[in-house]
């Protein structure tokens, strides 16, 4: 699933990540990119919703959340790190080297050395007040 997508309302956006729910399997990492309000918490609780996890939130202050299911989801947010250190400590290598889990990575243009070369990178740009235009791009 990649290529570039307009997407007009919340629900279309929900739409975009159950549709990709049912592509991704375990050892995925998904980066996401976008400016503050792009969507990229709205893509992931959909992504949980779709793998039978309600409940998800934005790691913002606690930096990862993780939901059991099927297989383990890691919720990372990188927008209040302040350096790659403080995402070592925490063991991020760990995280995103387990085969077992999908890893969704929100603000990871802010600290590419940390992230796999090997990815699916989601870049959400805001062109109206609900719509979005989202990049697809297996890397």
């Known amino acids: 699933m990649t290529g570039t997508r307009t997407i007009n309302s919340e629900n279309e956006m929900r739409e975009l990540a159950r549709e990709m729910y049912s592509t991704i399997k375990p050892g995925t990492i998904i980066a996401l990119n976008g ?62 080297s387990d085969e077992h889990s999908v890893s969704f990575i929100e603000w990871a243009e802010l600290f590419p050395d940390v992230i796999p070369h090997k990815r699916i990178e989601i870049s959400i740009k805001v062109t109206g007040e609900t719509d979005r235009e989202v990049t697809i791009e297996q890397k």
């Open 35 to 96: 400016e503050l309000g792009a969507g990229k918490t709205l893509f992931v609780k959909a992504f949980c919703n779709a793998a039978g996890f309600s409940g998800s939130s934005s790691p913002t202050f606690a930096i990862v959340n993780s939901y059991p299911g099927e297989y383990t989801i890691y919720h990372f947010d990188f927008y209040r790190i302040k350096n790659s250190g403080e995402l070592m400590d925490i063991g991020i290598e760990e995280y995103l």
